[in-house]
T-cell receptor, first 107, second 112 residues
Framework: GIQVEQSPPDLILQEGANSTLRCNFSDSVNNLQWFHQNPWGQLINLFYIPSGTKQNGRLSATTVATERYSLLYISSSQTTDSGVYFCAVGGSEKLVFGKGTKLTVNP | DADVTQTPRNRITKTGKRIMLECSQTKGHDRMYWYRQDPGLGLRLIYYSFDVKDINKGEISDGYSVSRQAQAKFSLSLESAIPNQTALYFC???????????FGPGTRLTVT
C-alpha cells in the first residue's frame, strides 16, 4: 500500500519563527490533506491540496504531485500552533496517515 | 453546531464489555469512515461505508463491527472490549466524487 513519511518528527521553535514541514508519499494520489491535532486531540482540517499551492493566513501548503511530496509552511509561529501536524493521502477509499510532526512553539 | 458529531466523547469500560460508539453527520455526505489513533501514531482505518447498503473492512477491522443505520449515522461496536483497544476513535465523512474527508471530534476510549 501507499507509504507516507513526514519530517521532521519533532520541531521546537521560538514564537515568531518560521518552519517547513514535509510529507513524502510513495504513489500517485487523488487526495492529500494536512491536519493539525491540538492538545485536546481534535483534528483540524488545514488544507485539502492534492496539487498546487494554497494559503490561509500564516499557513500555506504546496504539493508537487509529480514528485510525490507536499510542504506545509508556518510563518510567524504562535504558541497556539503547538500540536501534531499530520499529512494524509489517498484515493477514493481511504486516507493513509503519516506519523506526524510534533511542533512545540515556546513563548 | 458541529457537522460531524460523536458520542460519547470519553468512555471508560472494562474488559469483556460490549460498547458502541456513535457518529452522526449533517453534511449530507454519503461516505462515512471509522479510524483509530494510538498514542504517537497516525490514524488507521477500521471500516468504511459508501452508502447505507455498503460496508467495507479497513486495515484493522478485527474485533470491531459497524452498522450504517441511515445515511447520516454510522456506529462502531466493540463486541468484547480488550485493553489494546484503548485508543482515540474518529469518525469521518466525505462525498462521492469529492475526496476531502471531514473528521468528528473523536471519542477517547479506555478499556481497563
Amino acid at each position: 500500500g501507499i507509504q507516507v513519511e513526514q519530517s521532521p518528527p519533532d520541531l521546537i521553535l521560538q514564537e515568531g519563527a518560521n518552519s517547513t514541514l514535509r510529507c513524502n508519499f510513495s504513489d500517485s494520489v487523488n487526495n492529500l490533506q494536512w491536519f493539525h491535532q491540538n492538545p485536546w486531540g481534535q483534528l483540524i482540517n488545514l488544507f485539502y491540496i492534492p496539487s498546487g499551492t494554497k494559503q490561509n493566513g500564516r499557513l500555506s501548503a504546496t504539493t508537487v504531485a509529480t514528485e510525490r511530496y507536499s510542504l506545509l509552511y508556518i510563518s510567524s509561529s504562535q504558541t497556539t500552533d503547538s500540536g501534531v501536524y499530520f499529512c494524509a493521502v489517498g484515493g477514493s477509499e481511504k486516507l493513509v496517515f503519516g506519523k506526524g510532526t510534533k511542533l512545540t512553539v515556546n513563548p | 453546531d458541529a457537522d460531524v458529531t460523536q458520542t460519547p466523547r470519553n468512555r471508560i469500560t472494562k474488559t469483556g464489555k460490549r460498547i458502541m460508539l456513535e457518529c452522526s453527520q449533517t453534511k449530507g455526505h454519503d461516505r462515512m469512515y471509522w479510524y483509530r489513533q494510538d498514542p504517537g501514531l497516525g490514524l488507521r482505518l477500521i471500516y468504511y461505508s459508501f452508502d447505507v447498503k455498503d460496508i467495507n473492512k479497513g486495515e484493522i477491522s478485527d474485533g470491531y463491527s459497524v452498522s450504517r443505520q441511515a445515511q447520516a449515522k454510522f456506529s462502531l461496536s466493540l463486541e468484547s472490549a480488550i485493553p489494546n483497544q484503548t485508543a482515540l476513535y474518529f469518525c469521518a465523512t466525505s462525498k462521492t466524487g469529492v475526496y476531502e474527508q471531514y473528521f468528528g471530534p473523536g471519542t477517547r476510549l479506555t478499556v481497563t
